[in-house]
């Protein structure tokens, strides 16, 4: 029997995290770089949002980034590019209108002729980016998929305006997904509520004329703040509810990384110690799209996160959109 992509065989039901790869630019901004930038300061950043310092591209594009984390989480699933059946890359800074990101980074790879496709839900873009392929894989339209959260939002970010120059670092995070016949990832959350634009957005674009020398973020923070965590204390009791677990059956908790007040305030409505929290906003900043599999995969790496513990996902971006995913190592 033959699904519709020609994948010989019963489906298999579920997905599982095979390997993940990560890649920061070199260049660092400080705050007390931004000190000489904006009236601003270290105690400032620090105390209202946790972020000391974050990585800013020089010259690389969105591909770039993605490119490196991508050959990193192939190797560590032991997966050659050829073998892919999908390709999905959640960014909202890609490199150009089209091709999407996704193609760019399928030739790099030479990953053959399989779907590849971008997915823009800024912060929650990697969360989005992971239900679609979790989906893909659940039905047995692929077996072997690999899901990238990139982004450059040094490129979108006002660097004059220190409501939001602060808060963003650029860097890239991906997970090889492979089919399993047991979870891997439990359960995937994902809404919008397009209702918030004048909240957070970049207000110009291919509608409006588009001029990439205008198209800055800009953001209503204390009111993102109160809707996000807010959403997050929501969603976490959504994804658990899903799957008939309780907060203690909750290993590590790995939140996009937009501030350290968000993610304590998640960590209290799980009940969790801090040191089973993947922080990297301190280091990061906030990446969007790329935070969370930028901070698995650093967790992964130091040996934290270890196979069969369960991992919750979840974030919380422009749109707004929102999103979780509960998985098992
Ligand atoms: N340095 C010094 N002072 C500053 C700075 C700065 N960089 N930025 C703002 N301030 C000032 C403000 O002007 C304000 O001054 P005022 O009281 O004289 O008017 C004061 O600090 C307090 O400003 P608030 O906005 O109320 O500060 P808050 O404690 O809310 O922190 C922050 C701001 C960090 C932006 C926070 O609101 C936040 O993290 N919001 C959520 C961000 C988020 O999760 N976004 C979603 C993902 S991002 C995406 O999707 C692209």
């Known amino acids: 029997?033959?699904?519709?992509?020609?994948?010989?065989?019963?489906?298999?039901?579920?997905?599982?995290?095979?390997?993940?790869?990560?890649h920061l630019p070199p260049k660092i901004l400080t705050n007390l770089d931004l000190e000489e930038m904006v009236d601003t300061s270290d105690e400032w950043i620090r105390e209202r949002t946790g972020i000391a310092e974050r990585h800013i591209v020089g010259g690389e594009t969105t591909c770039d980034l993605a490119e490196v984390a991508a050959r990193r989480a192939l190797d560590a699933a032991g997966i050659r590019p050829e073998e892919?059946?999908?390709?999905?890359v959640g960014t909202t800074t890609p490199d150009q209108v089209f091709p999407s990101t996704a193609c760019l980074l399928q030739a790099r790879l030479g990953a053959g002729d399989c779907p590849a496709f971008d997915i823009q839900a800024v912060c929650?873009?990697?969360?989005?980016?992971?239900?679609?392929?979790?989906r893909f894989i659940r039905c047995g339209?692929?077996?072997?998929?690999?899901?990238?959260?990139?982004?450059?939002?040094?490129?979108?970010?006002?660097?004059?305006?220190?409501?939001?120059?602060?808060?963003?670092g650029d860097g890239a995070g991906a997970v090889v997904l492979e089919s399993a016949d047991a979870p891997g990832v439990f359960s995937t959350h994902m809404h919008s509520d397009g209702n918030y634009k004048s909240l957070l957005e970049v207000p110009t674009g291919i509608g409006s004329g588009f001029d990439a020398g205008r198209a800055f973020m800009t953001m209503r923070g204390n009111e993102v703040f109160k809707f996000a965590v807010t959403t997050l204390g929501r969603i976490v009791d959504e994804t658990l509810a899903a799957n008939g677990m309780e907060k203690s059956d909750v290993d590590w908790l790995i939140p996009h990384q937009a501030n350290i007040r968000i993610i304590l305030a998640t960590a209290r409505k799980l009940g969790l110690p801090m040191e089973r929290v993947v922080?990297?906003?301190?280091?990061?900043?906030?990446?969007?799209?790329a935070s969370i599999p930028l901070a698995l995969d650093a967790a992964i790496r130091d040996g934290r996160i270890r196979r069969g513990e369960t991992l919750l996902m979840e974030a919380f971006g422009g749109g707004f959109t929102w999103g979780s995913v509960l998985v098992k190592y």
Do not use: Q
Request: proline content about 1%; aromatic content about 6%; some cysteine.
């Open 124 to 134: 929650a873009g990697f969360i989005y980016a992971l239900g679609v392929a979790d």
């Open 141 to 168: 339209a692929a077996r072997k998929a690999l899901v990238v959260g990139a982004e450059t939002l040094s490129r979108i970010t006002d660097w004059t305006d220190r409501n939001t120059c602060v808060l963003f």
């Open 279 to 289: 922080v990297t906003v301190d280091r990061h900043g906030n990446t969007s799209a």
């Open 1 to 22: 029997m033959s699904n519709p992509l020609g994948h010989e065989g019963a489906a298999l039901n579920y997905s599982r995290i095979a390997g993940t790869g990560a």
């Open 84 to 88: 892919l059946d999908l390709i999905v």
